[in-house]
């Protein structure tokens, strides 16, 4: 983990959208009043969302003003999940987990593919500033493995070639469609019985 | 009462202590870093690591609650071996730089790593190295000694009231810093600097200018407001070095404002070192002698009572003393003023000018009422205080005007005086407040007794407490806050001529109806000078010294023997730590010199004469002063106005700091964050 500190580029004021407010008062909403302050953590994630993956200062400094705390605390927040950026990661943020299951079905060639295809480095923008990568720890998805995932949606059973298409996509401006890239549906097992039914001693 | 083992031997605690205080008061001493008796508990440190008996794991100290038979042990090896694997752990990623580190010879961590620590290190790995992160003029920051204790965000967030310190990042990456690195915007912002235990954050001004053991360490009063504050002078040599607090649970607790910590650079620039006499607009060096002479002179040819004298803001005790007597005796005059400036003063009782509640009383208050007055300027620890009282008893606060952020909410009223009309009459809903209140606080600003209403406000409000009953023995609500810190000392020693309140003396003098004007540490004086001729006694080149005539150099605070009575009515000692430069002399020694040149008689034989005269002077006036019944006095015209708090220069409020280099940086680094434009 690197150490974490906010971009030298920022911008000037951040608000929420009606969309993101509606959220954040909902969310504020589910805790006792002047406790409002709990729901920094979730606040912070909407104005993630909203601000394409990313927290500028404006936004911790709006999320202080909104639930009527010291900019410090969101700021203490804000820096101690490696889940919140605090640089742009581009609009696309591509996460590809390289936690041992992963790795050893050859989650390195992903990152070959991104090295490739987006940039350079871990953390650096595409030449068109749409995308960047990340190595991160377990997903979770590792029935499917290897995979990574672009903002929500998670890609699974992937090699070098698969994983070029799906970035090649992304940078045209498609969504390429989730899930299994061999036909699987979910984490179902592949070339044998999908179910019981069939098996007579079961 | 809990009934509990240390050590194996038994003792009595009350309960709601923790298992650390348990142990203190058995008397035995428990390494920490991070717990702090007037800060929440953290814990984290885990260097107050204890035995407890039935509990397989050795227990913090600090956070555990004293419970009945518990068996603590603090002297086993378990013991033992669990602080030193700490301490291991500390160390890990300390630097070895305590040859270079500010903090040597009075650093927590070098004195318990004396007895905890291992000889050599096991670790191969590189320590951790942290940037430095900027937190103003006064605080020196080497964050890669920073052990994490978070004393200073504590402090920040609970008794200074801005929370603007934080731990960023996590896990070996956490760092503490100022929010985007600004420095913090509190008067008392330098206790983190005593705080640390360690040289993570230590004193800009202070940098490697001494060791503490080659230091001499005197204990005394600090004069930079009227709280006296309780300090330590450290000077090496002639050099005042710093200041530090002294622990006064009933005045300063353990806290210092930054003023009374920094201003001290300022006793070392704009000396005055020898007398000077003005010839023809420039000054010459003189010696004694020949300016005591003209003096004498000067006196002897004008009519007593076309000669006036001024005392200042930092002048101790007996110098005020004996600069009456001189008055008094050797010239005939009663023209003796303490005040610069037209503020309202009812000398009748001694109520009528102290914190009659005490700083102590704020804590029991339940309700406080803010007149004319910004406390976290006019006396910063007192401000404290008030916010210490809102913690714990969610305190009630009003203020007549909006005065900014006083660290604690208050709801304000709209300055104008009419609301103090009305709630004297008993028809403005604070009246109410104040009559359910069973100790109600009544705190009236240096502002608000300087208003043309002052002696309206002062006088109505106070029969309204007196009707009321809110001024008793028990309890008074009646306070002020003092302007400085001379101030209750020359209203206790009859340093005013006046009758019914206004500066009889001051008007005189801006009438230009005086010859010789004698200014005794008088630099906040505002006053145009036309044919006066000006005596100025004092220790620094300020705006006395400009108008003067004759310039006879005095001794500043830290350099001679002197009585200060705070605000509370409290008499406190100040002690030498340093002499006065080159020439200057002590300044009740400069008038009764000066008294034996004009008639061959001293007025007073040695310092010790003056002591027990002037201590002898004060019992009686208090003694006086108690029997005497508290009058008020009724129907004062009633005049529409609306009260302004004039925000005084904080960091350059009297001579000594506006010579000091440091509070002008403060002064600059207030300013500057203002025009950013990023603090709201």
């Known amino acids: 983990m690197s150490l974490r500190r906010p971009s030298k580029e920022q911008p000037d004021n951040f608000d929420f959208n009606p969309a993101s407010l509606e959220a954040a008062k909902s969310i504020i909403a589910k805790y ?166 069939d098996l007579k001693n079961a | 009462m809990l009934k509990l083992k240390v050590n194996e031997i038994d003792i009595e605690v009350e309960e709601g202590l923790t298992v650390l205080q348990a142990c203190e008061k058995a008397g035995v001493e428990i390494p920490r870093f991070c717990y702090h008796e007037k800060l929440s508990i953290a814990g984290n440190c885990r260097m107050c690591l204890v035995e407890l008996e039935k509990s397989p794991k050795p227990v913090a100290s600090c956070a555990m609650p004293a419970a009945e038979g518990m068996n603590i042990k603090t002297n086993t090896e378990f013991v033992e071996k669990a602080r030193k694997g700490v301490m291991e752990f500390l160390l890990a990623n300390h630097p070895l730089d305590c040859p270079v580190c500010d903090q040597g010879g009075e650093c927590d961590l070098q004195d318990q790593s004396m007895l905890y620590g291992v000889d050599k290190s096991r670790y191969k790995e590189n320590k951790r190295a942290v940037s430095e992160k900027n937190m103003g003029p006064l605080i020196k920051t080497q964050m890669t000694r920073c052990i994490h204790c978070t004393r200073c965000v504590r402090f920040a967030t609970e008794v200074a009231g801005v929370t603007e310190i934080g731990a960023i990042g996590r896990g070996e990456d956490m760092e503490i810093t100022t929010y985007l690195e600004q420095s913090m915007q509190s008067e008392l912002s330098a206790n983190v600097v005593d705080l640390c235990p360690v040289g993570a954050l230590t004193s800009k001004p202070y940098v490697f200018e001494a060791r503490p053991w080659e230091l001499k360490k005197t204990e005394s009063i600090d004069v930079m407001d009227a709280i006296g504050s309780n300090i330590r002078v450290d000077t090496y040599g002639w050099e005042v070095k710093r200041i530090l607090p002294r622990i006064n649970e009933d005045i300063n607790e353990e806290w210092i404002s930054d003023k009374t910590r920094y201003a001290c650079d300022g006793l070392l620039n704009q000396r005055l070192d020898t007398p000077y006499i003005k010839y023809n607009g420039k000054f010459e060096k003189a010696s004694w002698n020949e300016v005591f002479n003209i003096i004498k002179s000067k006196f002897k040819n004008t009519d007593k009572d076309k000669i006036c004298g001024m005392s200042g ?242 001794a500043a605070y830290t350099e001679q023997n002197g009585y200060f009575t705070n605000l509370e009515g409290k008499i406190q000692k100040a002690y030498k730590a340093s002499f006065p430069p080159e020439e200057a002399k002590e300044d009740w020694l400069i008038i009764n010199e000066l008294a034996e040149t004009m008639n061959h008689r001293k007025l007073f034989n040695d310092k010790d004469e003056l002591d027990s005269s002037l201590l002898n002077q004060i019992n009686l006036f208090i003694e006086k002063d108690k029997s005497i019944k508290s009058s008020t006095v009724e129907n004062i015209e009633f005049k529409q106005e609306i009260l302004k708090v004039e925000n005084e220069d904080y960091y350059y409020s009297n001579a000594i700091a506006r010579a000091s280099k440091t509070m002008l940086e403060c002064k600059t680094a207030k300013v500057n964050l203002k025009l950013t434009g990023t603090e709201g």
């Open chain 1, 32 to 197: 006792p009043k002047d406790k409002q302050q709990s729901a920094v953590m979730a606040l912070l994630y909407i104005a993630q969302k909203q601000n394409s993956n990313w927290i500028p200062l404006a936004a911790m400094k709006c999320i202080g003003k909104f639930l009527d705390m010291p900019y410090i605390k969101v700021y203490e927040v804000a820096t101690f999940y490696t889940m919140y950026n605090l640089a742009p990661v581009g609009k696309h943020f591509i996460q590809i987990c390289t936690t041992t299951p992963c790795m050893i079905r050859g989650a390195y060639k992903l990152v070959e593919a991104c090295k490739e295809k987006i940039s350079e480095n871990e953390n650096e923008l595409s030449k068109d500033q749409s995308c960047s990568w990340m190595e991160v720890e377990c997903l979770g998805a590792c029935v499917n493995a290897p995979m990574l995932q672009i903002n929500d949606d998670y890609y699974e059973d992937l090699d070098k070639e698969k994983t070029l298409k799906i970035l090649d996509k992304i940078l045209t401006g498609e969504t390429p469609k989730p899930g299994s890239y061999r036909g699987r549906l979910n984490n179902e097992p592949e070339n044998n019985r999908k179910t019981l039914m």
């Open chain 2, 313 to 554: 803001d930092l002048v101790n005790m007996e110098t005020l003393y004996i600069f009456k007597e001189f008055f008094n005796k050797t010239l005939g005059s009663h023209n003796v003023e303490s005040r610069s400036d037209h503020t309202y003063l009812n000398s009748k009782k001694r109520e009528n000018y102290l914190f009659n509640s005490t700083i102590n009383g704020i804590e029991e208050a339940d309700f406080i009422l803010l007149i004319g007055s910004n406390p976290r300027y006019e006396a910063t620890i007192l401000n404290a205080r008030i916010r210490k009282a809102y913690l714990q008893n969610k305190t009630k606060i009003i203020s007549l005007n909006n005065v900014g952020d006083l660290t604690y909410p208050y709801e304000s009223l709209n300055g104008d005086i009419e609301n103090i009309k009305r709630i004297t009459e008993d028809s403005h809903e604070v009246s109410s407040l104040i009559k359910k209140a069973k100790k109600p606080l009544i705190i009236f600003g240096q502002s608000s007794l300087k208003t043309k209403s002052a002696k309206y406000i002062f006088e109505s409000v106070k029969s309204f407490l007196k009707k009321n009953n809110k001024m008793s023995d028990e309890w008074n609500s009646l306070n002020t806050i003092s302007e400085n810190a001379s101030t209750v000392g020359s209203f206790d020693l009859g340093l005013y001529k006046t009758v019914d309140g206004s500066n009889e003396v001051l008007k005189d003098l801006e009438n230009h109806m005086f010859e010789i004007v004698y200014l005794l540490g008088v630099d906040n004086l505002k006053f145009e000078k036309k044919n006066e001729f000006v005596i100025y006694q004092g220790s620094h080149g300020d705006k006395g010294a400009e108008i003067a005539d004759i310039i006879l150099p005095g």
